[in-house]
T-cell receptor
Framework: DVKVTQSSRYLVKRTGEKVFLECVQDMDHENMFWYRQDPGLGLRLIYFSYDVKMKEKGDIPEGYSVSREKKERFSLILESASTNQTSMYLC??????????????FGPGTRLTVL | AQTVTQSQPEMSVQEAETVTLSCTYDTSESDYYLFWYKQPPSRQMILVIRQEAYKQQNATENRFSVNFQKAAKSFSLKISDSQLGDAAMYFCAYGAGGTSYGKLTFGQGTILTVHP
């Protein structure tokens, strides 16, 4: 089974702090994604990566950056956290070559609160 | 840009009954993938069912089946013999395939309540 793990289930930070959210997958997937989930808005793509050191902006990249130094790990960085970044953050991964290509597998999510 | 619309913010069903969740999408592509995901209250999102657009046969997974109408750009999920464990938020998603690097576009979600 594919396993996607996220470093924290719950996180509370102060405005202006630098925040790191980590995601690790164990299935050698090429693609990794970061979403935020807000009520009534569904999932919105922040950034994605299709290879090590490669990254692309999603629909709402402002205020975020990412890092992918190893294939299995994809980090989301909030350079200076703000209260409007309080949300649920979901990480996902997928393969571009397997029989279930493009099927995304999700981590458990991180509920981030910025005070 | 592709869009995915789930027009039912909330649905409810009695245990053992059947319920259908609606999803429409907009695309100019001919080859793509469609998905239904389930997010129970514990929040881990899991895949329910996957449909490849070039396949005319509707996908099924046990009690879950889809009605894929390519010309109408409709992709509804039918849950038969509903169980209490089916209560969750359900998301419809579209994937363009090709060189899209696996990006998916999600609908707004439908909250399904199952009454005993």
């Amino acid at each position: 089974d594919v396993k996607v793990t996220q470093s924290s289930r719950y996180l509370v930070k102060r405005t202006g702090e630098k925040v790191f959210l980590e995601c690790v997958q164990d299935m050698d997937h090429e693609n990794m994604f970061w979403y935020r989930q807000d009520p009534g808005l569904g999932l919105r793509l922040i950034y994605f990566s299709y290879d090590v050191k490669m990254k692309e902006k999603g629909d709402i990249p402002e205020g975020y950056s990412v890092s992918r130094e190893k294939k299995e790990r994809f980090s989301l960085i909030l350079e200076s956290a703000s209260t409007n970044q309080t949300s649920m953050y979901l990480c996902a991964s997928s393969s571009s070559t397997a029989g279930d290509r493009d099927t995304q597998y999700f981590g458990p999510g991180t509920r981030l609160t910025v005070l | 840009a592709q869009t995915v619309t789930q027009s039912q913010p909330e649905m409810s069903v009695q245990e053992a009954e059947t319920v259908t969740l609606s999803c429409t999408y907009d695309t100019s592509e001919s080859d793509y993938y469609l998905f239904w995901y389930k997010q129970p209250p514990s929040r881990q999102m899991i895949l329910v069912i996957r449909q490849e657009a070039y396949k005319q046969q509707n996908a099924t997974e046990n009690r879950f089946s889809v009605n894929f109408q390519k010309a109408a750009k409709s992709f509804s999920l039918k849950i038969s013999d509903s169980q209490l464990g089916d209560a969750a938020m359900y998301f419809c998603a579209y994937g363009a395939g090709g060189t899209s690097y696996g990006k998916l576009t999600f609908g707004q979600g439908t909250i399904l309540t199952v009454h005993p």
